[in-house]
């Protein structure tokens, strides 16, 4: 069965450094996400993409972060300078688009655990 | 405002015993869509059940079954008999036009 993967799944970083956070979405969709989740709390949305720009972003999504697709199947996000409240779970999302829209479930990759020092 | 409220934090049950998950959401749109999340200790989001605005139908997989009640807006989540494996955090959450607002999620406990 088609899964989104997440690469790496753990990244230790020192503050102020750049960080890029890699996923490859399931093959035939359109949509992509980036959630982040700091240990303990809930899942956050932070931008979504599709047809190669940014579609939603929540205030989180500052000028720090930014979202690339660089080829066919990578959806990358950088953080440009890390801070220590960056810390978290890193999650990538997928789904088709079509009529259905926001009503298509969105599969989720496994997360990339980032620990910024 | 919140969107989902899950107003349970933690919850504990021995096994075998039937579980709640309350979810109550807000939302202005008539056309949405709800969803339950599984985050079990290794941390990936399970997606367990998607379910629209227009159908309050509810719905019975296994041991898991869901009350969607738009009167109320509340959606939820009853295990039955529940086991040890179920132990997790879930989330639900409430999809309008492209973007997804999660709840704090409950996480359940199954004291074997």
């Known amino acids: 069965e088609p899964e989104v993967t997440q690469t790496p799944s753990h990244q230790v970083t020192q503050m102020g450094q750049e960080v890029i956070l890699r996923c490859v979405p399931i093959s035939n969709h359109l949509y992509f996400y980036w959630y982040r989740q700091i240990l303990g709390q809930k899942v956050e949305f932070l931008v979504s993409f599709y047809n190669n720009e940014i579609s939603e972003k929540s205030e989180i999504f500052d000028d720090q972060f930014s979202v690339e697709r660089p080829d066919g199947s990578n959806f990358t996000l950088k953080i440009r300078s890390t801070k220590l409240e960056d810390s978290a779970m890193y999650f990538c999302?997928?789904?088709?688009?079509?009529?259905?829209?926001?009503?298509?479930?969105?599969?989720f990759g496994p997360g990339t655990r980032l620990l910024v020092l | 405002a919140q969107k989902v409220t899950q107003a349970q934090t933690e919850i504990s049950v021995v096994e075998k015993e039937d579980v709640t998950l309350d979810c109550v959401y807000e939302t202005r749109d008539t056309t949405y869509y709800l969803f339950w999340y599984k985050q079990p200790p290794s941390g990936e989001l399970v997606f367990l059940i998607r379910r629209n605005s227009f159908d309050e139908q509810n719905e019975i997989s296994g041991r898991y079954s869901w009350n969607f009640q738009k009167s109320t807006s509340s959606f939820n989540f009853t295990i039955t008999a529940s086991q040890v494996v179920d132990s997790a955090v879930y989330f639900c959450a409430l999809s309008e036009v492209n973007q997804f607002y999660f709840g704090t999620g409950t996480s359940l406990t199954v004291i074997p």
């Open positions: 999302a997928s789904r088709t688009g079509g009529l259905a829209g926001a009503g298509e479930t969105q599969y």
